[in-house]
């Protein structure tokens, strides 16, 4: 597996490692959909700082993953998304439309405890 | 990798980066194409901004030769005649484009996908040649001036 997902409570934390190639992508998304039904997940962490290039496909595969997951009913955000690469995707025209992101890992988490919280205190 | 790059010396002594090749074939070459785009570029000084958009530029034109080729190159190279810059070919002796400015409009794709390839790398460089031949093939040949 070239994406390693980590298990940390009820959050899962896929970290890209480098530059995937599109097998890797589609891959990782198959993995991250089954296992958010298997381990009662209620987040889902995306950590892309490692990727130095996201194109059309990668970003339509992040944005259907995101989706997909909100669908099996946890909550996904995409972390580490380069300066660099954040510039590239507003230039090309391309947005992440409606997958939420955060700065990086430490705020990702904190945004969902944050959601995870407030879901909680309204259940009771 | 079978790709393959070359550098050669001037008279001068001045180093000089060479063109390089990359047989787009499956997947993987995409980012090996990317890889040496990105290379290049940092060798002849572009920001690491310009280098990003550059190796964008790339794996889209790899991604189009892949997805509606199936097979083609991908050649960088430096251009030096006045001002300093890259360029890039992606070529293919695929199906062609029947409309090219359909194929160059925002949003309009064959395959599903979100049609953003074509328009949106015109617009990340400085300048954007489409030729295409119904049966013959579709080169793409792109520059960017260093800044
Ligand atoms: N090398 C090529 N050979 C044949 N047809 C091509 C080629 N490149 C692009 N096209 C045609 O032009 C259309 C537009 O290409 P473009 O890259 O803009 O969008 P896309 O590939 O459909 O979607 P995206 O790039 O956003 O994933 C494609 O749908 C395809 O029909
Ligand atoms: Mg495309």
Redesign the interface.
């Known amino acids: 597996m070239r994406v390693p997902i980590l298990k940390q409570g009820s959050y899962l934390i896929a970290s890209i490692q480098d ?1 995937l ?3 890797d992508l589609a891959q990782l998304q198959q993995e991250l959909v089954a296992r958010v039904g298997q381990a009662r997940t209620r987040g889902v962490i995306i950590d892309v700082t490692a990727l ?6 990668a ?2 595969t992040l944005r259907d993953l995101a989706h997909t997951i909100t669908l099996r009913g946890a909550e996904t955000v995409i972390v580490g998304i ?4 954040a ?2 995707l507003v ?4 947005s992440l439309s409606g997958a939420q992101t955060a700065l990086d890992l430490e705020d990702g988490l904190a945004l969902l405890d944050q959601h995870l919280q407030r879901g909680n205190t309204r259940g009771r | 990798m079978d790709s393959r790059s070359w550098t050669s010396t001037c008279s001068g002594g001045t180093h000089v980066v060479g063109e390089s090749r990359v047989p787009i074939k499956q997947g993987g070459d995409i980012i090996t194409a990317r890889q040496q785009g990105r290379a290049l570029a940092a060798q002849l000084g572009f920001s690491s901004a310009d280098q990003t958009l550059i190796a964008t530029a790339i794996s889209e034109m790899a991604r189009n030769i892949l997805v509606y080729a199936k097979v083609g190159e991908i050649i960088v190279r430096p251009e030096h005649n006045g001002k300093a810059g890259i360029t890039i070919i992606a070529h293919d002796a695929g199906p062609g484009i029947p409309d090219i400015n359909r194929a160059m409009q925002n949003g309009y794709s064959t395959s599903g996908s979100l049609g953003v390839g074509l328009p949106g790398t015109k617009r990340i460089m400085d300048e954007f040649l489409i030729v295409s031949e119904v049966g013959k093939g579709t080169t793409v040949t792109m520059k960017k001036w260093k800044t």
Do not use: H, I, K
Not at chain 1, 52 to 57: A, L
Not at chain 1, 91 to 94: E, I, T, W
């Open positions: 530059a190639s599109d097998e130095d290039v996201m194109d059309s496909f970003c339509r380069q300066p660099d690469v510039f590239a230039r090309l025209g391309l």
